[in-house]
C-alpha cells in the first residue's frame, strides 16, 4: 500500500516542454510529484527522454561511456527518491500520518529489466556474466523475475509472489515474495524482496507509480551471497532497473537486445 497525499499530480499541457518545472506554484517541493509518472522523470532525469522524446531506460551495453550513462542514471534516480522521502517525512505531521488515504500498488504483468552487476571470482573480482547478453557487465531491456508478480489473498493483498514457466520442463515455480512499503512520498513505494533462488536482499529498491497505484518503474540495488546455479558462496552487487514491457523471446533471461 502506498501513502497518497492530498494534492493530485499536477496536470501538463500537451504542448509544454518536458524540460520546464512541473507547477507554476512556486512550491520548492513541487518537484515530488514528477516521480509519479514518466513525463515527471523525464523533466527531473533528461537521460530517460530517447532521441524520439520517449520514455527509455539508458542501454549500458554500448561500452564505457553508456554504461557510465546507465550508471548515472540509476543513481540519480536513487537520490531523487530518498531526497523526496527526506522532504516528506520532514514536513509531515507524525499524529496525522494514520489519516492519510492510501491506495493499493497494481504491478503490470510483464517487465523488462536493464542491469550492471559485479561478482567475486576466486582471488579477485570481476563481471556478471548475464545469460546471453554480449557485454559481461551489463544486460538491456531482458525479461525480468518480476513478472506475473500476484497478489497474495491470504493477507489481503499486501504480499506478491511472482509465477515464472521453466521453458524446458514446463513447470510452474515461485522465485520470489515482494513486500510493498508505503512512503510519505506520493507514488513511491519501498520494495522489500525474498527469492528462493539467492541468499540476498534489495538494499534499497523502490517502485514508482501514479497516484491511484499502478507501477511504472522499479530502481533496485541487488546484494546477494549465493550462486543457485553453481550453488556455491559469492559475492554479486547488482544495479537494476525494471520497466514495464515484453520481450519477444522466451524465458527468464532471453535477451531482447543483443
Not at 510529484?33 to 530517447?50: A, F, I, W, Y
Not at 497505484?213 to 558462496?233: H, M, P, Q, R
Request: hydrophobic share 35%; with cysteine.
Amino acid at each position: 500500500f502506498a501513502v497518497i497525499s492530498a494534492n493530485a499530480a499536477p496536470t501538463t499541457d500537451a504542448a509544454q516542454d518536458t524540460q520546464k518545472p512541473a507547477t507554476d506554484s512556486g512550491s520548492k517541493d513541487d518537484w515530488i510529484n514528477d516521480l509519479s509518472s514518466q513525463e515527471g522523470l523525464m523533466r527531473l532525469v533528461p537521460e530517460l527522454k530517447n532521441a524520439e522524446g520517449k520514455f527509455e531506460v539508458p542501454n549500458p551495453m554500448g561500452g564505457k561511456e553508456a554504461l557510465e550513462r546507465f550508471m548515472n542514471v540509476h543513481q540519480t534516480l536513487m537520490r531523487l527518491i530518498e531526497m523526496a522521502i527526506v522532504q516528506a517525512n520532514a514536513h509531515a505531521d507524525p499524529y496525522k500520518v494514520h489519516e492519510l488515504p492510501k491506495v493499493r500498488v497494481h504491478y503490470p504483468a510483464d517487465w523488462l529489466s536493464s542491469e550492471v552487476g559485479v561478482q567475486t571470482q576466486d582471488a579477485g573480482a570481476g563481471c556478471v556474466k548475464f545469460e546471453l547478453a554480449k557485454s559481461d557487465c551489463a544486460s538491456w531491456k531482458v525479461n525480468s523475475f518480476l513478472s506475473r508478480l500476484t497478489a497474495m489473498d491470504c493477507v489481503h493483498g499486501r504480499f506478491y509472489y511472482s509465477m515464472q514457466k521453466d521453458a524446458k520442463s514446463g513447470k510452474v515455480t515461485t522465485p520470489s515474495l515482494v513486500y510493498t512499503q508505503s512512503t510519505a512520498v506520493p507514488g513511491v513505494s519501498r520494495l522489500v524482496l525474498a527469492s528462493v533462488e539467492s541468499v540476498g536482499i534489495w538494499q534499497p529498491g523502490y517502485v514508482l507509480h501514479s497516484p491511484d497505484g499502478e507501477a511504472f518503474l522499479i530502481v533496485n540495488i541487488c546484494v546477494d551471497l549465493y550462486d543457485a546455479t553453481k550453488k556455491s558462496c559469492g559475492g554479486y552487487l547488482i544495479t537494476a532497473i525494471h520497466q514495464p514491457g515484453t520481450c519477444p523471446t522466451s524465458g527468464t533471461r532471453a535477451a531482447c537486445h543483443r
